[in-house]
């Protein structure tokens, strides 16, 4: 029986729950990398973690056998986790429920990552909620506005 081939990347976007201004900068590098290697435990390929004061952004590559849904679990659950036994911002930590999950080509990979990459960058442009927006339209994804991420507190 011949191989199977595949090279297939995804960004999958998830915010920290009711989109607190949770992500501080005294940890949030700390906290990609954890991510990353959530992520790589998976057995997928981290590219790129990065993010905002309230939502993250990770880039990776993957393979058939792999579910995304079981990937983001696995690094939303246990990032989580870490965050709560590290006592790092105070109080309890969850993410919220859900998360977008866009794929891309290789030719888009370097724009991709240099998307992720300058987070701070375009948040000083645009807000995560229009940015999430511009996610779905670009990818042709149906949605309901009252399903979204809820806005900042």
Not at 1 to 18: E, G
Not at 36 to 50: D, H, Y
Not at 75 to 99: D, H, I, M, P, V
Not at 124 to 153: G, N, S, V, W
């Amino acid at each position: 029986m011949p191989n199977t081939y595949s090279k297939m990347y995804c960004q999958a976007v998830f915010a920290v729950k009711y989109r607190r201004a949770a992500i501080r900068d005294d940890f949030k590098s700390k906290l990609f990398a954890v991510i990353g290697n959530l992520i790589n435990e998976m057995g997928a390929k981290t590219l790129i973690v990065n993010g905002h004061v309230d939502h993250v952004h990770c880039l990776f590559q993957f393979y058939p056998k792999q579910a995304v849904s079981e990937i983001m679990q696995s690094a939303k659950a246990k990032s989580s986790k870490w965050l709560n036994e590290s006592k790092l911002t105070g109080c309890r930590f969850e993410w919220q429920s859900g998360y977008g999950a866009f794929t891309y080509s290789e030719r888009e990979i370097s724009a991709v990552f240099e998307y992720v990459k300058n987070q701070e960058r375009h948040h000083q442009e645009m807000t995560f909620q229009e940015e999430y927006r511009k996610m779905l339209e670009a990818h042709h994804i149906e949605f309901l506005p009252e399903y979204l991420f809820k806005e900042l507190e």
